[in-house]
T-cell receptor, first 109, second 113 residues
Framework: TQLLEQSPQFLSIQEGENLTVYCNSSSVFSSLQWYRQEPGEGPVLLVTVVTGGEVKKLKRLTFQFGDARKDSSLHITAAQPGDTGLYLCAGAGGNQFYFGTGTSLTVIP | NAGVTQTPKFQVLKTGQSMTLQCAQDMNHEYMSWYRQDPGMGLRLIHYSVGAGITDQGEVPNGYNVSRSTTEDFPLRLLSAAPSQTSVYFC????????????FGPGTRLTVL
């Protein structure tokens, strides 16, 4: 059972453009994380959001946790080729992490 | 610190063979887990452990066994490999399952013929 749905699944944009990736669920999570994964490597944590309505900024990346703690978004401003990768959201519930389906981002120079 | 290490990096098996994927961490994390990653499906939890001697099933446990005799090691055993188990396997560790950062190993790419 896939608890977290991400959209879009694939995204190809030009350098300098803005983009938003969505992570949606019908379940409530105690926290939500965003990871980035590069080919041939394991995912690496970008951010953890805990409070409903929370907004965190990491340079050009802005993360938001929904008020009901069921959904989240990742917004990238002025995308760069180095942002290319697979972005995964993960919700923490009980003793498990539930991962989303992933968004594959390609930023074209 | 080496972080989370996994061996082997690549493996090819024939249907019916068994093998063990090794995972070790040197961060003294209590929580460890195994995931498989397949195209378009993100990461799916196979088994996890909240401490030495304690293991539990995740979303897709069938065909896999785990044990946790020490804090550092969390091996994953494939009992009788099937082509459906062709995937990339990741081991991860965390200080806490309640929102703590998960540190992932480099993965094992397994092909079952």
């Amino acid at each position: 059972t896939q608890l977290l749905e991400q959209s879009p699944q694939f995204l190809s944009i030009q350098e300098g453009e803005n983009l938003t990736v969505y992570c949606n669920s019908s379940s409530v999570f105690s926290s939500l994380q965003w990871y980035r994964q590069e080919p041939g490597e394991g995912p690496v944590l970008l951010v953890t959001v805990v409070t409903g309505g929370e907004v965190k900024k990491l340079k050009r990346l802005t993360f938001q946790f929904g008020d009901a703690r069921k959904d989240s978004s990742l917004h990238i401003t002025a995308a760069q080729p180095g942002d290319t990768g697979l972005y995964l959201c993960a919700g923490a519930g009980g003793n498990q992490f539930y991962f989303g389906t992933g968004t594959s981002l390609t930023v074209i120079p | 610190n080496a972080g989370v290490t996994q061996t082997p990096k690549f493996q090819v098996l024939k249907t019916g063979q068994s093998m063990t994927l090794q995972c070790a961490q040197d961060m003294n994390h209590e929580y460890m887990s195994w995931y498989r990653q397949d195209p378009g499906m993100g990461l799916r939890l196979i088994h996890y452990s909240v401490g030495a001697g304690i293991t539990d099933q995740g979303e897709v446990p069938n065909g896999y066994n785990v044990s946790r005799s020490t804090t550092e090691d969390f091996p994953l055993r494939l009992l009788s490999a099937a082509p459906s188990q062709t995937s990339v396997y990741f081991c991860a560790s965390s200080f806490s399952p309640r929102g703590g950062e998960q540190f992932f190993g480099p993965g094992t790419r397994l092909t079952v013929l």
